[in-house]
């Protein structure tokens, strides 16, 4: 477990659900990947991630699906693709990647609370 935080340092996160509207491969990644294209709502817009998420997902299968994501971390270059957001997910027993699952739908941009 990591250090206890207060509920400020909590709220310096800023954890936000989007709609992925686009998702491919990306060879260009030194691990495999998939580029997704979030939608976050009006406030935020549109911003781009790359995910190591290739063992359990395909791109077809993520369109359309709510995703939770970190938005106000710097934009990080990977490769050819500056990844605006950090999208979130927990590793199973192998190490591959398991996306964090809203279990209702909610609109774009809202905030994790």
């Not at 927990?90 to 990647?97: C, I, L, Q, S, T």
Request: glycine share 8%; hydrophobic share 40%; charged share 25%.
């Amino acid at each position: 477990m990591s250090d206890t935080i207060s509920f400020d340092d909590f709220l310096k996160v800023d954890v936000r659900v989007g709609t992925v509207v686009e998702a491919r491969p990306f060879p260009e990644a030194r691990k495999p990947a998939i580029i997704l294209i979030i939608d976050f709502g009006p406030e935020i817009g549109i911003k781009k991630s790359s995910a190591q998420i290739t063992v359990h997902y395909t791109p077809e299968e993520l369109v359309g699906r709510q995703v939770m994501a970190v938005v106000n971390f710097p934009p990080r270059q990977i490769g050819p693709l500056k990844s605006e957001v950090l999208t979130l997910g927990f590793e199973d027993e192998e190490g591959a990647v398991v996306l964090a699952k809203i279990d209702k739908p909610v609109p774009n941009g809202r905030r994790l609370m």
